[in-house]
């Protein structure tokens, strides 16, 4: 079974500074890679996706990732923040192939950005 | 357009009773729809798959008879917790892959706060 870790639980910033959040799946096969964001009392919504290509994967809001298989890794970054990203972002995996719809995540890192 | 309600957002139940959380896409057909249990400061964790017409399928560790599924049309499951507990107080969101839609395609809902007193 894949696994998902985030490795920083809480992430604090100044505005303008710039922003790289980790995360490492594990797996032996081929997956699919996605960062999701749920700002404060709103629902989750997508902000990337990576399935294959170009490793790195350009999101909504200024936000891009990079697949490294080699590192099982797919980080997150921003170069500057704002306060309106202010937000918990989880990162997840789904197996790649026909039927595979179960994202499992990871546990999150919240994000305060410091006006 | 993609827009996956839940109801009600928030409810409070005395420990013993059973509460019906629904989960609704509102401008899709949804053959398969997620429940998810969110921990604070844990991960999503998946508790049940459930398929338009057929029975949900559960996680490991998650109890059938008390979390109970039921996706009767291609836009409406509930997941009723029975005989709530404190312990089963949480954060319960949907999500809703639209037909013939790719994995990508997962909406999510709201959300669902029970609190078992």
């Known amino acids: 079974a894949q696994s998902v870790s985030q490795h920083n639980h809480h992430v604090i910033l100044s505005e303008a500074a710039s922003l790289e959040l980790g995360c490492n799946y594990s797996?032996?096969?081929?997956?699919?890679l996605f960062w999701y964001v749920q700002y404060p009392g709103q629902h989750l919504q997508l902000l990337l996706k990576y399935f294959s290509g170009d490793p790195l994967v350009k999101g909504i809001k200024g936000f891009e990732a990079e697949f490294i298989k080699s590192k099982f890794s797919f980080n997150l970054r921003k170069p500057s923040v704002q306060w309106s990203d202010t937000a918990e972002y989880f990162c997840?995996?789904?197996?790649?192939?026909?039927?595979?719809?179960?994202?499992?995540f990871g546990k999150g890192t919240k994000l305060s950005v410091i006006p | 357009g993609a827009v996956v309600s839940q109801h009600p957002s928030r409810v409070i139940c005395k420990s013993g009773t059973s509460v019906k959380i629904e989960c609704r896409s509102l401008d899709f057909q949804a053959t398969t729809m997620f429940w998810y249990r969110q921990f604070p400061k844990k991960s999503l964790m998946l508790m049940a798959t459930s398929n338009e017409g057929s029975k949900a399928t559960y996680e490991q560790g998650v109890e059938k008879d008390k979390f109970l599924i039921n996706h009767a049309s291609l836009t409406l499951s509930t997941l009723t917790v029975t005989s709530a507990h404190p312990e089963d107080s949480s954060f319960y969101i949907c999500?809703?892959?639209?037909?013939?839609?790719?994995?990508?395609?997962?909406?999510f809902g709201p959300g669902t706060r029970l609190t078992v007193l």
């Open positions: 797996y032996g096969g081929t997956v699919n």
């Open positions: 999500s809703a892959r639209a037909r013939l839609a790719g994995a990508s395609e997962q909406f």
């Open positions: 997840a995996v789904i197996p790649s192939g026909a039927g595979s719809y179960q994202l499992t």
